[in-house]
């Protein structure tokens, strides 16, 4: 009689060492949204509440931005693996700023007038710039699941998504041309963009020496 073969015990999945992170991410990505409906029901956001919200989504937009740009190169410089956990998620909530940021601007600013959008768009620059912006975000967002990287293949989908950092350029441009005067907020989000940038330049061209 052959002998059995021993019963194999199927390998425990493997628990984060950060259980609370992406839902502590998720609820404090909320609070930007709830502090802005708060100021709104209170009247706190001055005589031109439409144009106060508008600039808050759109800086939280940048910030958030900027926070998915960091998170690959704070992994490369320090060796954070919990930073590629929450990527995805602030980069989903960077495009969902910016989508509400937008709205606002067209349905509350403008009240459902689709030509003086489309004549906005095509005749006011930093419009222009905010938008293709916005445009760039959306496919991103669209491909962010696990499901499309396998559609794509990984090489086309690293490739695709490294249009978030011309998204951020054009962000940049399109918040240092709306303030005009004092450009010293937006060009400070240059600097870090430029930084952030670099970063991943130095390892990539560090690694293509190396090899």
């Given at each position: ?28 990505s ?10 709104w ?21 940048i ?15 320090f060796?954070?693996?919990w ?63 696990n ?59 560090w690694?293509?020496?190396t090899?």
């Amino acid at each position: 009689m052959a002998a059995t073969p021993p019963r194999t015990t199927a390998q425990p999945r493997r628990r984060s060492p950060y259980p609370w992170l992406q839902p502590g991410v998720f609820i404090g990505s909320l609070a930007p949204l709830l502090s802005l409906l708060w100021q709104w029901y209170e009247g706190m956001l001055g005589a031109n509440p439409i144009a106060q919200a508008q600039n808050q989504l759109g800086l939280t937009a940048i910030v958030f931005l900027m926070a998915a740009l960091a998170c690959t190169p704070a992994r490369l410089m320090f060796g954070w693996t919990w930073t590629a956990r929450i990527r995805r998620e602030v980069g989903l909530f960077a495009f969902f700023y910016a989508m509400i940021h937008f709205l606002v601007y067209a349905f509350l600013d403008l009240g459902f007038d689709w030509e003086t959008l489309l004549e906005d768009i095509a005749k006011r620059p930093f419009i222009t710039v905010g938008f293709v912006a916005l445009l760039l975000l959306a496919p991103l967002a669209l491909t962010s699941t696990n499901g499309w990287v396998r559609r794509l293949g990984f090489r086309r989908w690293q490739g695709l998504h490294r249009l978030v950092y011309l998204a951020g350029a054009l962000a940049v441009v399109h918040f240092t041309w709306r303030v005009k005067v004092d450009t010293s907020q937006p060009l400070t989000y240059a600097a870090v963009l430029a930084v952030l940038l670099g970063v991943r330049v130095a390892f990539w061209l560090w690694r293509r020496h190396t090899r």
